[in-house]
């Protein structure tokens, strides 16, 4: 009968440590990787406006400057 407690009591403890340890590293882990995937879709966004915004500065720069260099010639 002892055998038997032990057994259960173990597995009890096992759960109880499983549950823990998931609540303890898994659930922040979570949420520091969403955190950081968040921080990183954030920067790409900032990227991507960042290079339209230069493609579009780009165009203006060089159509005056197109411009200016054939009324002097």
Do not use: D, E, W
């Not at 520091?32 to 290079?51: D, P, T």
């Amino acid at each position: 009968m002892c055998k038997y407690f032990s057994q259960a009591k173990l597995s009890l403890n096992h759960l109880a440590f499983s549950a823990l340890q998931n609540l303890l590293f898994c659930v922040p882990k979570a949420a520091v990787l969403h955190g950081k995937s968040v921080g990183f879709a954030s920067q790409k966004s900032r990227f991507r406006n960042v290079k339209t915004q230069l493609s579009i500065f780009k165009g203006i720069i060089f159509t005056k400057r197109n411009k200016k260099s054939s009324l002097f010639h």
